[in-house]
């Protein structure tokens, strides 16, 4: 077991009032996303996410292997979120069946790979016989809280980093190409899944079962690790840029209004605009940098040959 | 190479690493308390979790933490904390080589990392130690700098040493590893070359500790 | 035997005999032991412990005549028993037969110019060789989860074996014949090594690609000290036993194809040959000579002055005039081939060199945690190690 963070009951008071007069320790207001850092990495699909203090890096690999025999016409897609000591105390090595580990992993597991964010189709090579297998390594490095949105906004990116090599059928037989021979080839993504995690507060002392117009419940969107420690619910809705809701998902903890749900649904969606819009342009800054490099070295051959 | 200490927050000590393509994260948190089946009854006991870039760890990730664990005991001041842990967790973000044949880059990297965060931690150290890699090429050639993944497939031989820095100068031999096809005067070349590679690496490091202390 | 806290006035002086002595402190067991110039074992510095080796008897030779086995089933292709001191190490090598799909462009150059790639055999690109796969298991007479020490050995093994380059990625390679029947009705395997019926296993040789891969399992009992060695050691006797089946695959398996349905589409997918391996006809594992190397380890130890047993009764009363003394200079000593609890444990710098016998090194490991590592201690290493490997590749070739 795992040391628990624990927090001092005069820094909790603190924090809770200070929410109730409406400030947040960070000097965010309560709707507001915190900036997203992405950093690409030197190889292609590795992507460091930072927001706030929170770090988290994820890397693509891929290999050629069989399918599942009851699907021929799929690829392989995993993704493996396991956390370690690095993150914080409360993280322990070797041992990811904590609750906190647990409902993370499932919560990126359904809103990346469930909802076909990656057309695992296109991964087929040979009907029944080969095919790639992709897998997502999320690293957690420092956590200061979030670690949902940030690991699904790092997932998303690395997959539309990341270009696998290119492969030639012959026969029997597969040729992969390196990349210095063959351009590789992106992955095909469908959509571009964001997750935003709402926490609720309650600041009243006992509970408060009343919903309406006089509810002093709290609502904060990405909270950082210590107002995570001192929420009382959390929900986390994942939409794309279609306004689609591809998940919602909420485990207990206070109950909420019915009509809070829509509300966070559309506070969610122009975060998730912003992001979508960030992560695409960064992605083509970043393969724009990449393709003038070869730009470059086809020119000179083109010289060579004439 | 590039040292960037304190990079993470929640863990006593910790340092991004890089030189070439290699990259990796360690952190360092201790003293502890340990588990009860860690716990040493005269000496810090000391954990290492070591994570490959892609994957999940394998038998090459123990082998690399026992060789890790070698190069880090003799470092620390050990028989200060009693009964006391001290938790290493390295993060390999690029290998820079291939995986399944060979280990070299990584281990020296994953070595400089972790003394670096121990430095950035405060736990108490008697020396520093300071890893680098080394490759005989084919033509007897010795390869001391920018090793890369190419050079490493066509090698004859692969070392990895890591020399004890005492009073400033490479002193002890704390490890040296090395595989292929080389004979005596080989292991006596590549010792010389390494503890200048070595010099360097701990020059360097110096200068990046002064340059964080004076800002 | 000696007074245990001789420097302590106040307590009574409290006696135990060796073997208690040896459990309670088993460094100054150790040195005691150093001090009058042998080991706790009765062997000397540099000596090692006797090797005896057995190969051929676990080879099941009987079963491989008895049936024919597909190619998921394992057995031994080679083994070997190997006895140093107390400690018995068994290796059986078995293998499997695995489909190599994926090409890279340079396999489809080697296709076509093999011949080119023999002359160039010595090239020392590494992705050209390959390994076996270890497991090694020492037996405590307790099961569970494999221990740290075992998974670091066998990596270890793998690690060296692949890096030794006594194992080309082509002498694994299966080059299958084919199972025919002829007009009279009779069973027929050729091979395309052999001229007659040249036309046949051209015409039949199958697409796909298959090479061997060989697992070692590395058993220890009665484990008395470090084993790395000895398992080295096993494995390579083992794998000079290795003798591979032939295989061949039916002429009527030869271009199967089968169709598989799935979600309402229809795709053609290749039905895996029968690849079977030839009761009759085995071939020796080619191995690299250049390879075969031994493995042999070095303990450095200090010899603690305060131990020396000759000087012990005049301790007492040259206790304090000794601090005012210039320091001695320590003596560090080389203790061949480490065993023993005590030896283990306190041994905190090591030596380990696998040696080829004609003095070329393999692998070399260095750890430097305690004693110091000098020059000339690291050359008289050397030396025994050279010494040994001519000893064990002797004893080889007795057998």
Redesign the interface.
């Given at each position: 077991m795992a040391k628990d963070i624990e927090i001092s009951t005069s820094e909790s008071k603190f924090i809770l009032e200070a929410l109730k007069q409406n400030y947040r320790l960070d000097n965010r207001t309560f709707d507001q996303f915190r900036d997203v850092k992405i950093q690409f990495?030197?190889?292609l699909g590795?992507v460091?996410i930072e927001m706030g203090?929170t770090?988290v890096?994820c890397?693509i690999?891929s290999s050629?292997t069989e399918p599942y025999e009851?699907?021929?016409?799929e690829g392989l897609f995993f993704i493996?979120t396991?956390s370690?000591?690095?993150?914080?105390?409360q993280f322990e090595?070797?041992n990811n069946t904590g609750e906190d580990e647990v409902l993370i992993s499932r919560i990126i597991e359904k809103a990346v790979r469930r909802s076909g964010a990656l057309d695992i189709e296109g991964l087929c090579i040979v009907?029944?016989?080969?095919c790639w297998a992709i897998?997502a390594?999320v690293?957690f490095?420092?956590?200061?809280g979030g670690f949902v949105d940030a690991s699904c906004i790092a997932v998303m990116c690395a997959l539309l980093h990341y270009k696998k090599p290119d492969i030639t059928v012959r026969?029997?037989?597969?040729?992969?190409?390196?990349v210095e021979?063959r351009e590789p080839v992106p992955l095909g993504i469908l959509h571009i899944p964001i997750c935003v995690t709402f926490s609720f507060f309650n600041p009243m002392d006992m509970e408060e079962n009343v919903k309406g117009e006089s509810n002093s419940e709290i609502v904060i969107i990405d909270a950082s690790l210590k107002e995570e420690l001192l929420r009382e619910g959390v929900l986390t809705v994942t939409l794309n840029k279609n306004r689609e809701v591809v998940q919602v998902s909420k485990a207990g903890g206070l109950p909420m209004d019915a009509l809070t749900l829509m509300e966070c649904c559309h506070k969610a969606y122009s975060i998730t605009e912003t992001i979508t819009n960030q992560i695409l342009k960064e992605i083509k800054i970043d393969n724009e940098k990449r393709d003038k490099y070869s730009a470059i070295l086809s020119s000179e051959n083109a010289r060579e040959t004439s | 190479m590039n040292v960037q200490t304190g990079y993470l927050q929640n863990v006593d000590g910790s340092c991004l690493y890089s030189l070439n393509s290699t990259k990796v994260i360690s952190s360092v948190t201790g003293p502890i308390e340990p588990k009860p089946r860690q716990e040493l009854p005269t000496q810090l006991a000391i954990e290492i979790n070591l994570r490959p870039a892609t994957g999940v760890p394998t038998t090459r990730e123990i082998t690399l933490q026992d060789k890790i664990r070698t190069v880090i005991t003799p470092i620390l001041a050990s028989y200060k904390f009693p009964r006391q842990l001290c938790q290493i967790t390295l993060q390999l973000l690029q290998s820079g080589e291939t995986e399944s044949l060979f280990n070299q880059l990584e281990l020296a990297a994953c070595i400089n990392s972790t003394v670096f965060a121990l430095v950035d931690s405060g736990v108490p150290l008697k020396n520093l130690a300071i890893a680098t890699t080394i490759v005989i090429d084919s033509n007897n050639n010795i390869i001391h700098e920018n090793i890369t993944d190419d050079i490493l497939k066509n090698n004859k031989s692969v070392h990895v040493i890591v020399y004890q820095i005492e009073n400033n100068k490479p002193s002890n031999l704390l490890l040296m590893d090395s595989h292929g096809d080389f004979d005596e005067q080989d292991v006596l070349k590549v010792l010389e070359a390494s503890e200048s590679n070595v010099r360097q690496l701990n020059k360097s490091f110096r200068e990046y500790i002064q340059s964080k202390l004076s800002n | 035997m000696a007074d245990v806290e001789e420097n302590v006035v106040e307590v009574h002086p409290v006696s135990f005999p060796p073997e208690i002595l040896a459990r309670i402190s088993p460094e100054l067991s150790l040195q005691r032991h150093l001090s009058l110039g042998f080991r706790s074992s009765s062997r000397g510095f540099e000596e090692f412990r006797d090797v005896t080796i057995n190969t051929e008897n676990l080879t099941d030779d009987k079963a491989l005549k008895d049936t024919i086995k597909t190619n998921n089933e394992k057995q031994i292709l080679g083994s070997c028993v190997l006895k140093q001191g107390d400690v018995f190490v068994i290796t059986h090598i078995t293998g499997g037969v695995i489909e190599d799909s994926t090409l890279s462009p340079d396999d489809i150059d080697e296709e076509e110019d093999a011949e080119l790639l023999e002359i160039t055999e010595e090239n020392s690109d590494i992705t050209k060789y390959t390994s076996v796969y270890p497991v090694v298991e020492v037996n405590r007479g307790r099961m569970g989860a494999c221990t740290d020490e075992e998974m670091i050995t066998s990596q270890r093994l793998y690690d060296t074996l692949l890096h030794s380059k006594i194992l080309t990625k082509k002498s694994l390679r299966v080059d299958p014949g084919v199972r025919i029947t002829n007009e009279d009705g009779s069973v027929e395997i050729i091979y395309p090594d052999t001229e007659a019926k040249k036309e046949i296993t051209k015409a039949m040789t199958p697409k796909k690609k298959w090479s061997y891969v060989l697992y070692a399992k590395i058993e220890v009992f009665g484990r008395t000290g470090p084993v790395y060695d000895m398992c080295w050691n096993s494995l390579m006797f083992a794998l000079q036993s290795v003798k591979l089946p032939r295989a061949f695959i039916d002429e009527r398996a030869t271009d199967l194809k089968m169709t598989v349905r799935a979600r309402g589409r229809n795709a053609i997918v290749m039905e895996t040959y029968n690849l079977l391996c030839d009761p009759e006809e085995s071939y020796r594992l080619p191995l690299r000579d250049i390879g075969k190397s031994f493995a042999s380890t070095y303990g450095l130890i200090d010899l603690d002055p305060e131990a020396d047993i000759s000087k012990l009764d005049s301790a007492e009363d040259e206790d304090e005039s000794m601090e005012g003394e210039e320091e001695e200079e320590v003596k560090t000593v080389l203790l061949a081939d480490i065993d023993g609890e005590a030896e283990e444990t306190c041994i905190k710098s090591t030596i380990s060199i696998t040696t080829c016998p004609n003095g070329r090194f393999r692998q070399l490991s260095i750890v430097g945690g305690g004693s110091k590592i000098t020059r000339e201690l690291l050359q008289k290493s050397i030396a025994l190690s050279k010494q040994r490997s001519s000893d064990l590749t002797l004893k080889s070739q007795q057998d």
């Open positions: 990495g030197e190889e590795d460091l203090k770090k890096h890397k690999s050629i009851d699907r021929p016409f493996s396991e370690s000591a690095m993150a914080g105390p090595n070797g009907a029944g016989r080969k897998r390594n690293h490095l420092d956590c200061d026969g029997e037989k597969i040729i992969v190409h390196p021979e | - | -």
